[in-house]
């Protein structure tokens, strides 16, 4: 017996001619995977590691061992910072995104960038994604603690305000959570997850990515 799916069910043929079998509803369609893109530095272009042992492979591997068909997108540059990261936004929004995770100012502590420069820039970004309508992630960062006290409170608190200023924004504090400053979970520089590392990210950023991507809306 030979068998097609026509519009309204399936039509078979037998011998006795066609037949066609109403099914009552059509067949839905899988979903298209969600597009997530990871706005961020070399934490985010995996450097010192393989492609697929990066946080944007390693992060897209859980969530799809989750039941989330989810590509994570890595627009990570090496040494960008927020600066950087503003100058190419619409370069990057061009992947069509469904979710956006900034992940930026990691090298603005580093160069010990004035902190209201870098809350300039990343305001920037956030009202752009608002504006867009695309659910955003804001992952905060610490800056180095030889840079001094002082410094360091008004780097974590620029993250804070933005926090405060796109409450619709999830506001992940630390993207290093866990991981910074111990050499069991970082590459020899002391800066860089190692795999190890980077997976100790994914699970403790999983909850609140997945909290993101809630906030999607259906196409």
Not at 77 to 106: C, H, M, N
Request: aromatic share 4%; proline share 7%; with cysteine.
């Amino acid at each position: 017996m030979d068998a097609k799916l026509g519009r309204r069910g399936l039509i078979t043929r037998g011998a006795g001619g066609f037949v066609l079998c109403l099914t009552g509803k059509t067949l839905a369609q899988e979903p298209r995977p969600l597009r997530l893109l990871m706005l961020g530095d070399s934490i985010t272009a995996a450097y010192g590691l393989s492609r697929g042992e990066g946080l944007p492979a390693r992060l897209e591997a859980a969530l799809r061992g989750k039941g989330r068909p989810v590509t994570v997108i890595d627009a990570g540059v090496s040494g960008d910072t927020t600066a950087g990261g503003r100058a190419r936004l619409d370069w990057s929004l061009a992947e069509k995104p469904d979710a956006v995770i900034v992940a930026l100012g990691g090298n603005d502590g580093l160069r010990a960038i004035e902190p209201r420069t870098s809350r300039a820039n990343l305001a920037a970004i956030l009202d752009t994604l608002k504006a867009r309508g695309i659910p955003t992630m804001l992952a905060g960062m610490y800056a180095p603690p030889n840079l001094g006290a002082d410094y360091g409170r008004e780097f974590a608190g620029v993250y804070e305000a933005l926090a405060r200023e796109h409450p619709e924004a999830v506001f992940y504090p630390f993207l290093l959570e866990g991981v910074a400053g111990d050499s069991a979970l970082n590459q020899p520089d002391g800066i860089h997850p190692n795999p190890r590392g980077v997976d100790e990210m994914v699970r403790r950023l999983l909850p609140a990515v997945e909290t993101l991507l809630e906030k999607v809306r259906p196409a």
